[in-house]
């Protein structure tokens, strides 16, 4: 006999699924609640990226880029890195910090 034919015998591993993350249900538009918060938490942030405001305000990545935006005209927020893949902002203050 073949070896190939005697060895068929044996189970394939079982491989484990792993871990599936739930699917995050973010706001798509600003509601009166996520504004004020916006407006009033974000000032006290040190370091202020997309990836905070998405997950502690729960909103989605496009509209904390806006905000961000709109924070920085308005002079709440400073842009301290600029690069393609993400803008690093922090609290605007009068002192050096």
Excluded: C, F
């Excluded at 699924?17 to 407006?39: F, P, Q, R």
């Excluded at 002079?75 to 890195?81: A, F, N, R």
């Amino acid at each position: 006999m073949a070896p190939a034919a005697t060895g068929g015998k044996k189970q394939k591993k079982k491989w484990s699924k792993g871990k599936v993350k739930d699917k995050a249900v973010h706001a798509v538009i600003l509601d009166k609640n996520t504004s004020e918060k916006l407006n009033k938490d974000v000032q006290s942030y040190r370091l202020i990226t997309v990836a905070v405001l998405v997950d502690r305000l729960k909103i989605n990545g496009s509209l904390a880029r806006r905000a961000l935006n709109d924070l920085e005209e308005r002079g709440v927020i400073k842009k301290v890195v600029a690069h393609s893949a993400g803008n690093i902002y922090t609290r605007a203050v009068g002192g050096g910090d």
